[in-house]
């Protein structure tokens, strides 16, 4: 028939023929070429809305106008979301762009990638955890970690505190009372806060107490390397400082191990 269908791009050489009938002698046949080029294509891709960080996934809906298969990337803010296939987990709290691209084929060029970019605040946080009746020592106390979000810590009384700004606070409490340690946090690119969490604290100035029952024994000898050491902890103790020196040598004045709170 006089129908050419094109199906993809390339160089097309069309044969045209007239073989003849009883009045006409065939015809010279004529060839013509045809250069069919890689169609362009363009990318639509749906506005993303602010988030809230949560457990809940964010679907992504982008197509080509050749009805190719978009791929998904996170090109900025990777530490606060993650992408597979076309969803999105949220990971933290910041601002995020994500890239909707297509690659072409070998009947479509590339598409111009198109970008989206939102934020993910923060709303709720888990309470804090820590010592509620401590004694006059250095304590720590956390919260929900959240990459990139800000912790905003206040103290009432009773002790220094500590923080930079994330979800790990620590307090030197220096006097016996009771005192309310708070947290709150907000993503950098949203200002509202979460909801303030409280922690009621009872210091002490108890005494720490002696450890018991420390292995390898005193004065034990022929011991194996490596050398497992243990203990009982003693009364109102959260740290310890591990020394070990000659026995013919006087005690140093630096430990071995600091802070051992395992």
Same mark, same amino acid.
């Given at each position: 028939?006089d129908t050419l269908f094109i199906t993809g791009a ?15 002698s065939a015809a010279p046949s004529v060839n013509d ?128 505190l500590t923080t930079n700004n994330n979800d790990t ?6 006097? $016996? +009372? ?6 709150? !946090? &907000?993503?950098?690119? %949203?200002?509202?806060?979460?909801? @303030?969490? /409280? ?8 005494? $720490? +107490? ?6 390898? !024994? &005193?004065?034990?000898? %022929?011991?194996?390397?490596?050398? @497992?050491? /243990? ?32």
């Open positions: 028939n390339g160089t097309i050489i069309v044969k045209a023929l007239q073989p003849g009938d009883d009045f006409y070429t045809i250069i069919v080029i890689k169609g362009n294509q363009v990318i639509t891709f749906d506005s993303i809305p602010d988030q809230v960080f949560d457990a809940n996934k964010i679907t992504l809906i982008a197509t080509s106008s050749m009805g190719q298969t978009i791929s998904y990337s996170i090109i900025a803010g990777s530490t606060y979301a993650s992408v597979s296939s076309n969803k999105i987990t949220k990971k933290g709290a910041g601002v995020v762009t994500v890239r909707a691209s297509q690659g072409g084929n070998s009947n479509y060029n590339a598409a111009t990638p198109v970008d989206r970019t939102f934020c993910i605040g923060v709303r709720t946080l888990t309470p804090i955890t820590g010592d509620a009746n401590p004694c006059i020592a250095t304590y720590r106390y956390n919260t929900q970690k959240i990459p990139g979000a800000v912790f905003v810590w206040t103290l009432s009384s009773g002790g220094i606070a620590w307090v030197q409490w220096q006097t $016996p +009372g009771t005192h309310t340690l708070t947290v709150k !946090a &907000n993503s950098p690119c %949203d200002p509202v806060y979460t909801n @303030t969490q /409280s922690l009621i604290i009872t210091t002490s100035n108890n005494v $720490p +107490g002696p450890v018991s029952s420390m292995l390898p !024994a &005193n004065n034990v000898i %022929d011991q194996q390397l490596p050398l @497992t050491l /243990s203990w009982i902890p003693g009364n109102n103790t959260i740290s310890y400082d591990l020394y070990l020196w000659d026995s013919a040598v006087a005690m140093p004045a630096i430990p071995y191990v600091a802070n051992i709170n395992d």
